[in-house]
């Protein structure tokens, strides 16, 4: 029986964190699968995520620095859940879950490569090369660019390739007008969205910037929330354009937000293979991004626009364009076929299965 620690650094909500919480309820093993969280504490993570309460999961509350006593507390997980692979997620994961199995070696290591761009930091590079040489470790990318980048940088070449997916049942056409209602969006505009933690990299300043040369009739959406919320606000102001920027804050049923809006936008200076614009596209909402990491895998001519992450200036016009896409009632079905959930789980079992052999 295949029993999976799904290892993180942390629980709140992000396009990592998101994979990792489907896999514990989309996995033919999930009955068996834990959740486990180097940082935070359960009790605030359930009352910030609360569909986490459905799982079982464990927050060890890590400070900063190397913690020798958090191996031992996933050791004692793996002891008392009888867990037979850890699942990790990013370097500091990937990290703990190496030196966990120098205690428990007949446990298998799987890890997602969710990007490639932390590799240019040369400690992590390093700490990176190391895991890969001297502990057994099957690397999985999320996108072919990744895997790409990933190999000329560690010179170790990932397993396989396995794209990220969401659940199509879940994320589907809603009616705008009935979702703009729910969210308190003007009816009579065009909705330009993003979704993504406000911090420096994903592109909301472009986009603010973009939207001084756009029609009075179009209006930007901010889903998420982040440290840069109060500064953005006062650029808005300073712009002149706030009346047309609305910040909605978490939202915990995303469909309405994507189903609200005409054209998601995610203009970031680095990416893996970012859900969210693969949640837009299955909620039929054409997408402009920026061309990196794993997004040229996703879009096409059919569902979007893909920009260079250093020409913004082109930004205005992609955005007008893309207007015309959501007329395309064809967007959803672009990613029905290689980006699905239920394909991305049964891989990833795969994965878990023949590693026990």
């Not at 009888?82 to 990937?94: D, L, R």
């Not at 007949?106 to 590079?125: I, S």
């Not at 969205?193 to 901010?222: P, Q, S």
Request: net charge positive; proline share 4%.
């Amino acid at each position: 029986m295949v029993r999976v620690m799904q290892l993180v650094q942390h629980l709140r909500v992000g396009g990592l964190e998101k994979m990792a919480y489907s896999l514990c309820r989309k996995s033919h093993f999930s009955k068996q699968t834990i959740l486990v969280s180097l940082e935070g504490e359960t009790h605030v993570a359930k009352r910030e995520w609360p569909q986490l309460g459905a799982l079982s999961i464990h927050c060890l509350n890590k400070p900063a620095g190397v913690q020798w006593r958090i191996v031992k507390r996933i050791v004692d997980l793996i002891d008392n859940h009888q867990i037979n692979v850890i699942h990790s997620h990013h370097i500091g994961p990937m990290f703990y879950a190496s030196l966990a199995i120098l205690l428990r070696p007949k446990v298998k290591h799987v890890t997602t490569l969710h990007d490639a761009w932390y590799l240019a930091n040369k400690r992590a590079r390093l700490m990176t090369k190391a895991i890969c040489a001297f502990s057994p470790i099957t690397v999985i990318a999320d996108a072919n660019a990744v895997a790409q980048q990933f190999k000329s940088m560690v010179t170790t070449e990932p397993s396989q390739v396995i794209h990220n997916g969401v659940d199509s049942d879940l994320f589907q056409p809603y009616p705008p007008l009935e979702a703009r209602a729910q969210l308190g969006l003007p009816f009579d505009v065009q909705l330009i969205g993003c979704a993504a933690r406000i911090e420096r990299g994903k592109g909301h300043l472009d986009l603010l910037r973009a939207l001084t040369y756009l029609d009075e009739n179009m209006h930007l959406v901010f889903a998420g929330d982040g440290r840069h919320k109060a500064r953005l606000e006062r650029v808005c102001k300073k712009m002149g354009i706030s009346h047309r920027v609305h910040w909605l804050g978490c939202i915990e049923n995303m469909t309405l937000f994507y189903s609200a809006i005409d054209v998601f936008c995610l203009y970031s200076q680095k990416e893996g293979l970012p859900l969210t614009i693969l949640e837009a596209l299955f909620c039929n909402t054409p997408v402009v991004a920026s061309d990196v990491g794993g997004v040229g895998e996703v879009l096409s001519k059919s569902n979007g626009i893909l920009l260079s992450p250093s020409n913004r200036f082109q930004l205005p016009s992609a955005l007008s364009r893309a207007m015309t896409l959501g007329l395309n009632q064809n967007v959803r079905k672009t990613v029905m076929g290689g980006f699905d959930l239920r394909k991305m789980a049964f891989e990833y079992d795969c994965v878990y299965q023949q590693i026990q052999h």
